[in-house]
């Protein structure tokens, strides 16, 4: 082989190599950060992980939400009106986080089935739903509201 043609293929070999590297240790990184969404009827049926970050949205039970008298710690449970599924946060909650309203929690579910929430996120207003939150309920064939469609 001549020499010029072996430098080359070597520039070639190091830079495939060394993209390869980078693109893997972008991939690593990011693996962390997924988020991904389940309605509470995949949750229930144990399709969502535990041990991992994920958010889980739908209605707020009505008569579900219990506070703490000596802490910040709020539980309630949020359902897509097939399944619903316990959350347990501890901090302030979203001026806009009502009983019956949307809700949006994200955080780590247990081994027992309950979401200890690092982050509750409320409707906007009473026209916004989280597109996910929509989903599920569409697919359950409800509307916001808890009734049939």
Avoid: W
Wanted: a negative charge.
């Amino acid at each position: 082989m001549h020499p010029v043609r072996k430098q080359r293929l070597i520039i070639v070999l190091c830079v495939v190599v060394f993209s390869s590297l980078a693109v893997g240790l972008a991939v690593y990184a990011l693996r962390g950060n997924i988020n991904l969404f389940y309605p509470p009827a995949e949750v229930a049926a144990g399709l969502a992980p535990q041990g991992t970050p994920i958010r889980v949205g739908g209605m707020v039970v009505a008569g579900s939400v219990e506070r703490s008298d000596d802490s910040l710690a709020v539980r309630f449970a949020v359902t897509d009106y097939q399944a619903t599924v316990p959350v347990v946060y501890e901090g302030i909650l979203p001026d806009l986080f009502d009983e019956g309203q949307g809700a949006v929690a994200a955080g780590v579910l247990g081994p027992d089935g309950v979401l200890i929430a690092s982050e509750v996120l409320a409707k906007h207003d009473e026209n916004y739903m989280p597109p996910e939150v929509a989903d599920a309920l569409e697919k359950a064939g409800r509307s916001p509201q808890g009734q049939l469609l």
